[in-house]
């Protein structure tokens, strides 16, 4: 379970003294928790699934690409670094990502399961993707191939 896996993490970081994993995996950690606090007053008291935490994670490495940009287009290289070195960090976590040719045969295959054939299909297809490819599949490129796609046919 990633929870384990990120409080091993943390650990070990901290036994090596390596200062960056520590405050970047102490950073998800403290997401992780408000997302349980959210949860639980859903009605979930187990917390948020794995899947979840996938998502969390991806949605952490899309922010720091948005700051990267900001920092590199404000003069800020230093800043921009450590947000790419914590990309690094939280990608440990994250399983495989699949490869452009598999996300367009995961895009093909639910589009003919779906049988889709215009733009209103979209919403379902990319559901039925975030559900079956939580944390593997890059959704920004998985849209962009389900639109193009659905535009051709």
Request: proline residues 1%; aromatic residues 2%.
């Amino acid at each position: 379970m990633l929870r384990e896996e990120l409080s091993v993490a943390l650990k070990e970081a901290m036994k090596a003294r390596d200062e960056l994993s520590v405050a970047t995996v102490r950073l998800i950690l403290a997401a992780l928790k408000d997302r349980d606090i959210a949860a639980r007053s859903k009605g979930n008291l187990e917390g948020v699934s794995d899947d979840e935490i996938l998502v969390m994670l991806q949605s952490m490495i899309k922010q720091r690409h948005e700051s990267i940009a900001m920092y590199e287009k404000g003069g800020r290289p230093e800043l921009a670094q450590r947000e790419a070195d914590e990309i690094e960090v939280i990608k440990r976590f994250l399983p495989a990502q699949l490869g452009e040719d598999e996300t367009r045969a995961a895009v093909d295959a639910v589009i003919a399961e779906i049988d889709a054939h215009s733009l209103k299909d979209m919403g379902q297809i990319m559901g039925e993707l975030k559900q079956r490819h939580a944390g593997r599949m890059d959704f920004a490129k998985a849209n962009a191939m389900v639109r193009s796609a659905l535009e051709k046919g």
